[in-house]
């Protein structure tokens, strides 16, 4: 076979000195035409510079195009030879060329559309019984053709096999109801360039497709696709399809440059050969650095593409391309067509044919057809994938067939419509060459892809098969050598894999490329959600980078703690100091100073203030709502206990001082119910700790935001009025002692009862100034030492300004201790300033 291979492309050679008919052999009439609609030749002339609608012609031969249309013609004579299919039919083909330019082909589709017979188009209200001039049409190849002839021939319900499209907007039935495909959708491409990416572990590509339906709709569908598979797109862009515009060069180095700045080394390329060829040339005229180009079946295999200068400096070549099948006796006929159109006779007899679909039809349907040679087609001949346009005429054929109602003898002879085939290719399987087909809901085929690795041997390139994808990617990656500096698979990632404990967080505006970053306190990584931190619950923690929470330990002020025992300590001294001058006072209660400070009133004050240093014990250890609510009230009590005692005191001072005259029978008066006055003092502050009580006591708070891993136990003040009603009236006793008291002049020969008081009352009102704005804002186990510090503090203060210097007296200055001392500066002392006056 080979032999005779090589010697009928040896007389091809030297028969392309002169034309032949080859241009003639597209059209043959028939029982039923099929109409076909191939890329002859590319570069269509006059299209921007077009004024009016005149005819649009191609420049350059495409060879894959001309493949195509004779396996059309191979196809339909094989069937017309045929005894099981169609017996006693025969098939007619119609083929135009597109020239891959969407107006071009609408001109043989509205032919296709004229009524059988006539060169016009019938408008009608219903076209059930409407004959066109074709039954069926096969093609076009590329998508935007197809969306631009799908929606005529779909109004029409002419049935429309595609042997290329692969727009996934084609894939509705409702918009398009008559159009089919022998080829997968680009989503199931799509598909298979995801799995690739992912078997390498690749995230971080760039995606460049051409700027026609084909390469904007892959890009969207895989842009779609991506983002649930954890792949990053750096960089997005487009290849202009004119390549004469003078902006394209422009455009092609901008959007290399923008590739060099992402620093991917994956590169996926959806475009057809030629702006992929553009693309190629100009990576290497920019040096740019070998990467890893994934292609598919429209560029992989384009010998334009492979024969780009220097293209093996590129760096690794994968793509897909669609798994088809060998179809049996077509290099042969092609072989033998090309010896039969030199041929004086056959040529006659092919233009009589030819003639007979109608003298009046566009004749030029491949102009460079008559100049080709077998030896200029013959190396894409062996390429180029050919079953998709076979598989398309059999699909019509059998469709036809059943809906003659033929047997394996003869097919009856039956008006047929166009739009009754579409039930049958939507239905029934068929068969070619041994091999089943069946167009699914979506009008598509399910073939497959096969992965292809370009082998550089020699400057010889081989397109070998190294993967196979049919719903699952299968690799065979010790055929693949990568073309990098140490041979190895190259890595392209925008994110690492990240450890336990860590989550992903967006880097840049790239929103699926990823950084990873520890997870902060009190948050822990779950491994049912990687891309956040999980929060712990309020009463557990977490260590920074945590798989893990913990439970938080109770935080207060506990008694073994170094400043819990200082307090402690503190407070024994102060309670041992005040029993101490309760003792000095009780064994000197009959001395005129002690009666002059109070006497017995003074014991009960001191022992007020006893009990308000032991109440520092309520703060210590951990708290509760019982012991938050005596807190407060035992402080009140207490505190009031002893201003009652100044009060009663600043008022005989009042007295003396204010209104002398009035003095002997006011302070007789006082005196004598000075208990009684006390115990209203007391009355009052016990009715407000009701009040209190029943407004909103403190009661205890679990803070769990203070602290990271503790819970803080705090006495939580629920109503602030409640708090300051109850405290208030400590201080309005306080504020009204130093009315009575801070005005009053010391005499040198005369013991001051009333500065004492006053001292006293001051040092009461700083501490609980500092104390307010602690309490109110301290968050932590401070807050209980605040008080206890507040609580000490006004302790010491009292007994250091008003019962130390009697103290002193007392044991060190005993000689003062006198009724003339002590009692002249309240009794006698203004008197003698009226009588001055």
Known sequence: MVPALLLCLALGWAAALKPSCLSAQFSRPGDYILGGLFPFGTDATNLT????????????????????????????????????????????????????????????????LTRQGTRGIEVRCNYSDYQPRVTAVIGPHKSDLCLATAQLFSFFLIPQVSYGSSSEQLSDPELYPSFYRTVPSEKSLVEAVVQLVNKFGWNWIATIGSDDEYGRGAQVQFSSVAGDHSICIA???????????????????????????????????????????????????????KKVWIGTEAWILSDTAAAVPHVQSIGTVLGFIIKTGPVPGFQEYVTDLFTSVQQEDFCQESREASQLLGSDAPHARCRPCDHVSLGDIWPTLSLSQVQPVHVAVYSVAHALHRALGCTHQACPTAPIRSWQLLHFMNTFPFQVNGQSFRFDQAHGTHTGYKLIFWSWKNNSLTYLPVGDYEGSLDINSSLIHFHTADQKEPTSECMKHCEPGQVREIKGFHLCCYDCTDCPENTFWSRTESSTC??????????????????RSHRYLRWSEPLALALLTLMAITTAL???????????????????????????????????????????????????????????????????????KSLEITLVTEFPRCAPRLLRWVTERAWLLVSLCLLTECSLCCCYL????????????????????VCHTQSWGAFVLLHGYNGCLAFICLLGTFMVQSHGKKYNMARGITFAILIYFITCIFFLAFFATLKSVLRSVTQICTILTTSLGILGTYYIPKCYIILLKPDLNTEDYCQYSIKEEPEEDSARQ
């Open 235 to 289: 960089f997005e862009g487009t290849i202009p399809t004119d390549l004469t515009d003078p902006q394209a060069t422009a455009h092609l180095q901008d959007t290399i440059t923008a590739i060099n700045k992402t620093k991917v080394n994956i590169i996926i390329l959806f475009a057809y050969n030629k702006p992929a060829q553009a693309l190629l040339r100009h990576s290497i005229r920019m040096g740019l650095s």
């Open 49 to 112: 510079a077009r004024a009016e609608p005149s005819l649009v012609g191609c420049e350059r031969l495409f060879a894959d195009g001309l493949i195509w249309a004779l396996a059309m013609k191979f196809a339909i004579e094989e069937i017309n030879n045929s005894t099981s299919l169609l017996p006693g039919v025969r098939l007619g083909y119609d083929m135009y060329d597109t020239c891959l330019e969407p107006l071009v082909a609408l001109q043989p589709s509205l032919l296709f």
């Open 578 to 648: 005040a029993c101490l001058i309760a003792l000095l006072f009780l064994r000197n209660l009959q001395t005129p100073l002690v009666q002059a400070s109070g006497g017995r009133l003074s014991l009960f004050a001191l022992l007020g203030l006893g009990l308000l240093c032991l109440s520092c014990c309520l703060y210590v250890g951990e708290p509760s709502d019982r012991l938050c609510t005596a807190q407060q009230v035992l402080h009140a009590l207490c505190l009031t206990g002893c201003f009652s005692t100044f009060f009663v």
């Open 534 to 551: 999980t929060p712990c619950l309020q009463r557990q923690w977490s260590p920074a980078r945590s798989t893990q929470c913990y439970e």
């Open 694 to 713: 029943l407004l909103g006591p403190d009661s205890l708070l679990p803070d769990y935001k203070s602290l990271p891993r503790e819970v803080l136990l």
